[in-house]
């Protein structure tokens, strides 16, 4: 079962970053693991005018909106770690620490074979945590 789990959860992240990039977000990171979190995602954004937008994107699948859904399961411990793990990776990229950056959730529900997805853009921010 747990094969089946984390084989569906890449099967998700896989299909929202091509969301993401069909929307013009380029890729940095996949799965960057730091002690005590992990970000599914890094993107960068650089549709607006400046420097381009660092995003940190974590993605969220239920199968069912029964619970609230993958969104409302990112409670503030969750917050934290991905604030931290984000914090790692600006440091393990210099170039990138003084981009704007944003946390946005990929919430994916129903058949994970063809997910519908909700794209929330600056789902929180680290200040908040």
Known sequence: MAVDRRARGRAVEVAARELLRRAGLAELATNANYRGGELD???????????????????????????????????????????????????????????????????????PDAPQFEWIRDAFRADEV
């Open 41 to 111: 995602l890094v993107m960068q954004d650089a549709s607006r005018p400046g420097a381009a937008t660092v995003v940190f994107v974590e993605v969220r699948y239920r199968r069912s909106q029964a619970f609230g859904g993958g969104t409302a399961s990112i409670d503030a411990g969750k917050r934290r770690r991905l604030v931290h793990a984000a914090q790692r990776f600006l440091q393990d990229h210099p170039t990138l620490v003084d981009a704007p950056c944003r946390f946005d959730v990929v919430d994916a529900q129903g058949d």
